[in-house]
């Protein structure tokens, strides 16, 4: 994984002549970068995945620490971002389910399109088992992780929503212990997609 300067300096989009500028907050912690009118306020990178850079970011509406995710716009046309936001939306119709992370928002700003979700403050699935003694999870844990991830995906499928790209870095740790499926991106809604649609 690149390193959280690398990364924060890469994610400033094309847009056509304006660009979002991304700061370090450790260059400069007493002006972290801010979205939606100054409601999320960036404070550092997690992470970058295929689709995403995700940072921690507080939100100063309800006053709470929350995963700002930024959608790679590199070769995103209309179509895909119609895409992104139509799986957000079917993640949103989910509600709450205790294994299943939550969205909190979806915007765009300056043609960056972002998602705010729910901190995941325990790491992924795929992290656990590199971690664990020769990769292999306590078998206890391992149950009850497979458990968590069944209860949310019945959850899921009774909304119609199949998310068709479960493996251990899409299920994710809260603090205390709890599995919790994310990043619907290959997820379609049955009542409006057929399960061939890319």
């Not at 997690?46 to 940072?55: I, R, S």
């Not at 209309?78 to 509600?95: C, D, K, N, P």
């Not at 990769?135 to 995906?153: F, H, M, S, Y």
Request: net charge negative; aromatic share 6%.
């Amino acid at each position: 994984m690149a390193s959280a300067e690398r990364a924060l300096g890469d994610a400033t989009p094309p847009t056509g002549g304006h660009s979002i500028a991304i700061e370090s907050p450790t260059s400069n912690p007493t002006q972290p970068t801010s979205f939606a009118g100054g409601r999320y306020q960036v404070k550092r990178f997690l992470g970058e995945g295929g689709k995403k850079m995700v940072y921690l970011a507080h939100d100063t509406t309800l006053d709470r620490e929350v995963a700002f995710a930024l959608i790679k716009t590199d070769g995103l046309d209309e179509a895909s971002r119609t895409r992104i936001q139509r799986e957000a939306q079917a993640m949103g119709r989910l509600g709450s389910h205790p294994n299943i992370v939550t969205v909190f928002d979806l915007g765009e700003e300056q043609n960056q399109p972002f998602m705010v979700t729910e901190l995941m403050g325990g790491g992924d699935v795929e992290r656990s088992i590199e971690d664990a003694p020769n990769n292999v999870l306590p078998l206890e844990r391992a149950v009850k992780i497979a458990k968590e991830t069944c209860r949310g995906l019945e959850f899921a499928h009774s909304r119609g929503i199949v998310h068709r790209d479960i493996k251990p870095g899409n299920v994710w740790i809260t603090a205390d212990g709890v599995a919790k499926i994310g990043d619907f991106g290959l997820a379609v809604s049955l009542d409006r997609s057929r399960l061939t649609q890319e």
